[in-house]
């Protein structure tokens, strides 16, 4: 609180004025903190993945393949399914185990989204073991 001394009656007046200045100097403080932590948090990792150069593992002598093909139609093996029988289809293809693994392979322009969803109908109807499949680099 800050009073004036006034020679004309003897009562002092009271200033009603706050002191921004401490409170300009935090918000400068937290402004410059944040301003070297904000490029930090934001961590861009460029990262050139290789060509796996590791032996193919040993197929089954009979593969249980799932297709989502481009225009987004299922296939088991060779039969055409809808997403609805897709587990019905997985049944009757792996003799009802459900310990097969299946072997999902998609058209390159098949969205990321659509893969996941095929993905999430495997595993709703108790198929667990999937494996993706993609072309092998040459070495």
């Known amino acids: 609180m800050a009073g004036r001394l006034d ?3 003897g009562d002092l007046a009271e200033l009603h004025e706050i002191n921004v200045t401490p409170f300009i100097d935090v918000m400068l403080v937290l ?3 944040f301003m070297v932590a904000a490029p930090l948090a934001t961590v861009e990792v ?3 993945l290789p060509s796996s150069t590791a032996e193919p593992a040993v197929k089954p002598p009979k593969p249980l393949y799932l297709t989502v093909k ?3 139609t299922l296939a088991v093996g060779e039969t055409i399914t809808d997403a609805d029988e897709l587990a019905a289809a997985l049944d009757a293809a792996s003799g009802g185990d459900k310990e097969t693994r299946i ?3 998609a058209d390159r322009s098949v969205d990321y989204g659509s893969l996941m969803a095929v993905m999430d109908s495997l595993r709703a109807a ?3 073991k999937v494996a993706l499949v993609g072309l ?3 070495r």
């Open 7 to 9: 020679d004309d009656g």
């Open 31 to 33: 402004l410059i903190i």
């Open 46 to 48: 460029k990262v050139d």
């Open 70 to 72: 481009e225009d987004k």
């Open 103 to 105: 072997f999902l392979r």
């Open 126 to 128: 108790g198929y667990l």
């Open 136 to 138: 092998e680099s040459g």
